[in-house]
């Protein structure tokens, strides 16, 4: 996918209130045009975080990962669009007929509205989840490995017609030679060399990351709790550029 470095970076909005998400923003100016909304966020601020960042020219991936039976995914899928997010996930784990609802209802709440459908990820798995815990308290079968796993579970996303999927920087080549070039990646657990890794485990750098075959990187804290976040986004959007 062909895209600029800016378009490259998505900014996690991991703030406890919209006045504290917005204060940066509004300091960070033109230099980030992709803001990532979370569970956190969310919950604190409700959908007008979403249009009060369309409004500022911002482009928006709700992360909201939707897991729940296939009507009730439609429904929030929809209202999704109707927010103007132009990205949003589901949970491969909900399984085949709850993604194909997720990936309609986009569809037909996109061509209702007139607006474009936006992109449809699915998780595949959290990556808090080790073999361990998936074998032994989900009771999921892993099989070969995560790697193989995660691809699998990538496949049935494309299957059920989503766009993407979220991965981890591990994951992105075995899902890449299963999925195929038209398949988004879009990979958290990103940071730049200079960064402290924070609570993330299995990380890369934000060029390892893009070299590895993802779309976009999704970085949160090294940019957030920066002394200089200018500084920092300058720095990464100069890595990957
Ligand atoms: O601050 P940091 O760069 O670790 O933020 C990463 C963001 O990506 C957080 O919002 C986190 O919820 C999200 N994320 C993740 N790992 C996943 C999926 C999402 O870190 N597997």
């Not at 959908?47 to 709700?62: E, H, M, N, Y």
């Not at 009771?139 to 993407?164: C, M, N, P, S, Y």
């Amino acid at each position: 996918m062909s895209l600029t470095p800016k378009e490259r970076l998505i900014v996690a909005l991991d703030y406890p209130s919209a006045e504290q998400a917005l204060k940066f923003v509004e300091q960070m100016g033109d230099s980030v045009i992709f803001y990532k909304v979370g569970l956190e966020l969310f919950s604190a601020a409700g959908p007008d975080i979403v249009t009060r960042l369309k409004s500022l020219g911002k482009a928006v991936f709700l992360d909201m990962k939707f897991h729940d039976i296939p009507n009730t995914v439609a429904g929030a899928a929809a209202r999704a669009v109707a927010m103007g997010a132009d990205i949003f996930n589901v949970h491969a784990l909900g399984g085949m007929a709850m993604m194909r609802a997720a990936a309609a209802a986009a569809s037909e709440a996109a061509s209702r509205l007139g607006v474009k459908r936006p992109t449809v990820l699915a998780v595949t798995v959290l990556t808090s989840m080790d073999r361990e815990a998936l074998e032994r308290e989900a009771g999921i079968h892993v099989g070969e490995g995560i790697g193989t796993f995660v691809a699998a579970k990538a496949r049935q996303a494309k299957e059920a017609g989503l766009d993407g999927v979220v991965a981890s920087p591990h994951e992105v080549s075995d899902v890449r030679s299963v999925c195929g070039n038209d398949f988004e990646i879009i990979t958290p657990g990103v940071r730049p060399a200079w960064a402290s890794s924070d609570d993330q485990k299995r990380v890369a750098t934000p060029f390892e990351a893009l070299k590895m075959g993802a779309d976009r990187i999704v970085i949160g804290r090294p940019i957030t709790r920066a002394k200089n976040p200018h500084e920092a986004v300058e720095r990464i959007l100069a890595e990957i550029g």
